[in-house]
Each structure stands twice: as C-alpha cells, then as structure tokens.
T-cell receptor, first 113, second 112 residues
Framework: DAMVIQNPRYQVTQFGKPVTLSCSQT?????MYWYQQKSSQAPKLLFH???????NEADTPDNFQSRRPNTSFCFLDIRSPGLGDAAMYLC????????????FGPGTRLTVT | QKEVEQNSGPLSVPEGAIASLNCTYS??????FFWYRQYSGKSPELIMS????GDKEDGRFTAQLNKASQYVSLLIRDSQPSDSATYLCAVEPNFGNEKLTFGTGTRLTIIP
C-alpha cells in the first residue's frame, strides 16, 4: 500500500543533543510537510517542500532544519533540542497540484531529557 | 482572531445518535476544506474533503459547506464508540496555497 512512513516512532534525546527524524513516502507526491504538534494543539507547520523548493514558515526557529534529498525522503534536523521541543512531529504529503489533501505519517514522538 | 475556529468540546453523544461538529473560518477566499480524525497519541487521518457549497456524503459521514457564512460542518450518523476522537477542521487559506490552516479540534466522546 502507498503510504507515508516515519522513523523512528519514538525518539528520546538529551537537551542540546542533535537529532534527525526521517520521513519517506511511496505516494510520489510533490509536496512534503513537517508539522509540530503539542498536546491539545493544532498541528503547527514548520516548513514544506514543493519538489526541491524549500518553504520555511516565518516563525519556525532556526534550530529546526530540513533536507529533501529526493522525492521520496525528507528529514527534520533539530540542532540543539530544548525541553520545549518535546512534541509529536508529523510528516505529511500532498500531490500539490489541483488537490491539496494532505496525508500524514504515523508521527515521531520526541522526548527531550 | 483565529483563522479556523472549532469548539474544543468535549462533545458527548450517545451511541447511535448523530454527532454534529462545526468549524468557522475567517478567510473568505478559502477554497478547500478538510476534516481529519485524530485518535489520542496518533496522527491525523483524512476522512472528508469538500470544495463546493452544499453536502457531501461518504458512508456515515456528511460534510456541509456554506461559503457565504464561512462555516463547514461534519455530521456523523449512527455514532459508534470507535468514533470517539478529536476531529480537526483544516482549511486551504487561498487557492494554490498548498498549505492548510488547522483548527485546534473538537474532542468527541460517544457514550455507549
């Protein structure tokens, strides 16, 4: 089945220790998104790629970076995680042309100790 | 002013009844509207999309859109305990934007 996959599902990191979360998709969608979601809050868009074009949200901290080496994969790098970065990180994809339905992966729950 | 507003709930509905979830949005130019279901600790799952005024039915789910009044609703008929979840309304703010604005969700509990 075509899908969006995220690894790892759970990640524990120490304060200030860099961490990378990965996302892959078999949907061949043009657009990939990274969201941060904290408890009882709406998903907050961090950035997205339309093909190779990177789009950063204005309020995304510099601590967060992303890479999309090819159509299928996208990575979220958190350079120096703080306690406030503990959250669920969601990857989503959409076809991006004429249909903007977004399909989410299972998410990565990040804990910062 | 929030761009997409939902009543946070909790909304409690007896099993077998109709659950009605509402969402209002501020951008009159919005073109595309989506409902996602999110179980606790899980990721959002797309259940309905609607683009034109009126009703759209899919199984037990009906989405209703009224662009003049800037609201979109989701009706769940014959509610089941498995429908207990948080329902997120998402709006594409303007055509071709490729981004969605999410509401904070309504927590729905179906009472057996």
């Amino acid at each position: 089945d075509a899908m969006v996959i995220q690894n790892p599902r759970y990640q524990v990191t120490q304060f200030g220790k860099p961490v990378t979360l990965s996302c892959s998709q078999t949907l061949n969608h043009n657009v990939m998104y990274w969201y941060q979601q904290k408890s009882s809050q709406a998903p907050k868009l961090l950035f997205h790629y339309y093909d190779k074009d990177f789009n950063n949200e204005a309020d995304t901290p510099d601590n967060f970076q992303s890479r999309r080496p090819n159509t299928s994969f996208c990575f979220l790098d958190i350079r120096s995680p703080g306690l406030g970065d503990a959250a669920m990180y969601l990857c989503a994809t959409s076809r991006g042309t004429g249909s903007y339905e977004q399909y989410f992966g299972p998410g990565t729950r990040l804990t910062v100790t | 002013q929030k761009e997409v507003e939902q009543n946070s709930g909790p909304l409690s509905v007896p099993e077998g009844a109709i659950a009605s979830l509402n969402c209002t949005y501020s951008d009159r130019g919005s073109q595309s509207f989506f409902w996602y279901r999110q179980y606790s600790g899980k990721s959002p799952e797309l259940i309905m999309s609607i683009y034109s005024n009126g009703d759209k039915e899919d199984g037990r789910f009906t989405a209703q859109l009224n662009k003049a009044s800037q609201y979109v609703s989701l009706l769940i008929r014959d509610s089941q305990p498995s429908d207990s979840a948080t329902y997120l309304c998402a709006v594409e703010p303007n055509f071709g934007n490729e981004k969605l604005t999410f509401g904070t969700g309504t927590r729905l509990t179906i009472i057996p």
